[in-house]
T-cell receptor, first 114, second 112 residues
Framework: NAGVTQTPKFQVLKTGQSMTLQCAQDMNHEYMSWYRQDPGMGLRLIHY???????DQGEVPNGYNVSRSTTEDFPLRLLSAAPSQTSVYFC?????????????FGPGTRLTVT | GQQLNQSPQSMFIQEGEDVSMNCTSSSIFNTWLWYKQDPGEGPVLLIALYKAGELTSNGRLTAQFGITRKDSFLNISASIPSDVGIYFC????????????FGTGTRLTIIP
């Protein structure tokens, strides 16, 4: 049981490039989410999904797209990278079936846009 | 969006000291969670609180769900070097809504 996995761990992009951050979980969790973490800002919600085929915007969705074709995977796409997207990105999952709201986090992807 | 005020922002303590930090909000939360983040890692769940007034312990850590449901507290007793890191509170606002709101974190440093 690997929990929540994220790839890559580090990435450097040039302005205007696109890329996909991968997130997968093996806990059969319905809820998955993406956060970005910037110094002094805590964790801010980018997009989330309550199940396969359903996604919604969080607090800071601009410049990012997501899809949820399976329960396990929730990729985050940067369409045209900008320096303001330099951040650490975390994926998390939880299961409302458990009656709890405890989210479990992946190890993060550290992205630098030059 | 919702905001959680977490304080203090940073703490410098000596090994063996007790630590207290708190989180406050202008909104009522149904769930409070406390996470710890080590450098270069993702946040790890420490304690979850589900009822107003609830006091829950996890080893040397104790957290409380405030009676007003607008605040929560985390205490660490007899700190040790591995307690170093950033502690985040998170609140869940609506039943049936999995979204969490996070505080800005308390950075704990232990002075040798």
């Amino acid at each position: 049981n690997a929990g929540v996995t994220q790839t890559p761990k580090f990435q450097v992009l040039k302005t205007g490039q696109s890329m996909t951050l991968q997130c997968a979980q093996d806990m059969n969790h319905e809820y998955m989410s993406w956060y970005r973490q910037d110094p002094g800002m805590g964790l801010r919600l980018i997009h989330y999904s309550v199940g396969a085929g359903i996604t919604d915007q969080g607090e800071v969705p601009n410049g990012y797209n997501v899809s949820r074709s399976t329960t396990e995977d929730f990729p985050l796409r940067l369409l045209s990278a900008a320096p303001s997207q330099t951040s650490v990105y975390f994926c998390a999952s939880s299961s409302p079936r458990d009656g709890s709201y405890e989210q479990y986090f992946g190890p993060g992807t550290r992205l630098t846009v030059t | 969006g919702q905001q959680l005020n977490q304080s203090p922002q940073s703490m410098f303590i000596q090994e063996g000291e007790d630590v207290s930090m708190n989180c406050t909000s202008s909104s009522i939360f149904n769930t409070w969670l406390w996470y710890k983040q080590d450098p270069g890692e993702g946040p790890v769940l420490l304690i979850a609180l589900y009822k107003a007034g609830e006091l829950t312990s996890n080893g040397r850590l104790t957290a409380q769900f405030g009676i007003t449901r607008k605040d929560s507290f985390l205490n660490i007793s007899a700190s040790i070097p591995s307690d170093v890191g950033i502690y985040f509170c998170a609140g869940q606002l609506d039943f049936g809504n999995e979204k969490l709101t996070f505080g800005t974190g308390t950075r704990l440093t232990i002075i040798p």
